[in-house]
């Protein structure tokens, strides 16, 4: 995988898009299945997708089956990673799905989460605070169980009023019923990504909120960044713009469409242009 000489034709702060590089479906923690999504793309006639669940690649061949090849999807993944408390997210384009390493990896992701949400459940329970962890489980369906599906059950049972109450009280880091994540450091998802055929590309560096660390990643190997995303603004869009061209890496954007009401709920609001498509798929040998 090699850097290439990356001039983009996308305007920064543009929010038309003919490629959205950053859809949650319901196989992570999205509203819409792929057939749905896929549906509601091609009424926006978007050229190409990809569908980047969270430590999950499940949906991906159904969205590709369903769009029938009248949209270009391409497998992806957004892979969980921090340091100490912050959490990194790092998205793999072109990744090789069916790679045993990367499937026994998701898997045993996706195991770390369910063990992680029972030490939660029985600390609040040793407090009094009774949730029923197939409830929960059911409300999470094919999505990876994270502390949002906690926090819907603190709601169903009266604990609290709202997904933000039962952060603050129950649920952020500070508190004593928070249970770590797995512990795995960006620059080891960045080689892993690498390993299974993947391009790694920073996502949404704007939310992380740490200086240098952009920086930091790119030392590490990342090969992209994710310039174009909902809570970037056209300031940050720019800096982030001309730190891709001096480093020369791929850029792409996307909604990071979850379907539920607040920032992340507009397939295409945000995305890139065909030509950030065609730079990925040389960096990744296509």
């Known amino acids: 995988m090699t850097k290439v000489d990356v001039k983009s034709s996308h305007p920064v702060g543009r929010n038309y898009c003919c490629a959205d590089l950053h859809i949650h479906s319901t196989y992570s923690d999205g509203l819409l299945t792929p057939s749905e999504i896929i549906k509601v793309c091609k009424e926006l006639q978007l050229k190409a997708i990809a569908i980047t669940d969270h430590d999950s690649v499940s949906g991906v061949e159904e969205t590709i089956h369903a769009a029938q090849k009248s949209i270009d999807v ?13 959490d990194i997210h790092i ?9 045993g390493e990367l499937v026994s990896y998701l898997e045993d992701f996706q195991q770390h989460r369910i063990e992680r949400a029972k030490k939660m459940i029985e600390k609040l329970a040793d407090d009094g605070i009774k949730l029923d962890f197939n409830q929960i489980k059911e409300n999470a369906k094919n999505a990876a169980l994270g502390r949002p599906h906690i926090a819907e059950a603190l709601i169903e049972n009266g604990y609290v009023h709202s997904i933000n109450e039962a952060f603050i009280r129950y649920l952020g880091y500070h508190s004593q019923y928070y249970e770590p994540k797995k512990n795995i450091h960006p620059k080891q998802v960045i080689q892993n990504i690498k390993d299974w055929g993947g391009v790694p590309v920073i996502a949404h560096p704007g939310t992380i909120h740490r200086e240098g660390l952009t920086n930091q990643l790119i030392m590490e190997g990342a090969a992209g960044i994710e310039v174009w995303h909902p809570d970037h603004t056209q300031s940050l869009q720019q800096k982030l713009y001309e730190i891709a061209l001096e480093n020369r890496l791929v850029m792409t954007g996307g909604s990071d469409y979850h379907g539920f009401r607040g920032s992340y709920d507009q397939i295409g609001k945000c ?5 950030e498509v065609i730079m990925l798929k040389e960096i990744a040998g296509i």
């Open 271 to 275: 995305g890139c242009s065909e030509k």
């Open 91 to 99: 998205l793999g384009y072109y990744i090789d799905i069916r790679n």
């Open 74 to 86: 391409i497998p992806a993944v957004e892979m969980s990673s921090n340091i100490g408390v912050l």
